[in-house]
């Protein structure tokens, strides 16, 4: 199971970015999927999750300004950022929990996509 995000890059104060990350694999089915970032120098921290029935919740930091969707027959998660600011860049990581079949058993374990940098100028 791979997790392959896209959509970052360079934008200005105030402009919008969206990201994506899709899965694929030996996919069962889909549980939370979710994004994460990671500033220079910073920890890790939750951005927005979103479950399989499409159910979110945010960062308060984000919260009117990311928009976090899923398009379950695509495995796919979606970020949209808007009114971006400075302190928004990071290195943004997708994250699933993926239901795969080993030996005739679905098993759930964690994944984490290899990230996408988002530079926001000021």
């Known amino acids: 199971v791979q997790l392959q995000a896209s959509g970052g890059g360079l934008v200005q104060a105030g402009g919008s970015l969206r990201l994506s990350c899709a899965a694929s694999?030996?996919?069962?089915?889909?549980?939370?999927m979710g994004w994460y970032r990671q500033p220079p120098g910073k920890q890790r921290e939750l951005v927005a999750r979103?479950?399989?029935?499409?159910?979110?919740n945010y960062a308060d930091s984000v919260k009117g300004r990311f928009t976090i969707s899923r398009d379950n027959a695509k495995n796919t998660v979606y970020l949209q950022m808007s009114s971006l600011k400075p302190e928004d860049s990071a290195v943004y990581y997708c994250?699933?929990?993926?239901?795969?079949?080993?030996?005739?058993?679905?098993?759930?374990?964690?994944?984490w996509g290899q990230g996408t940098l988002v530079t926001v100028s000021s």
């Open positions: 979103i479950a399989s029935g499409g159910s979110a």
């Open positions: 994250n699933a929990d993926i239901i795969v079949l080993t030996t005739g058993l679905p098993l759930q374990y964690n994944y």
């Open positions: 694999g030996n996919i069962f089915s889909i549980n939370d």
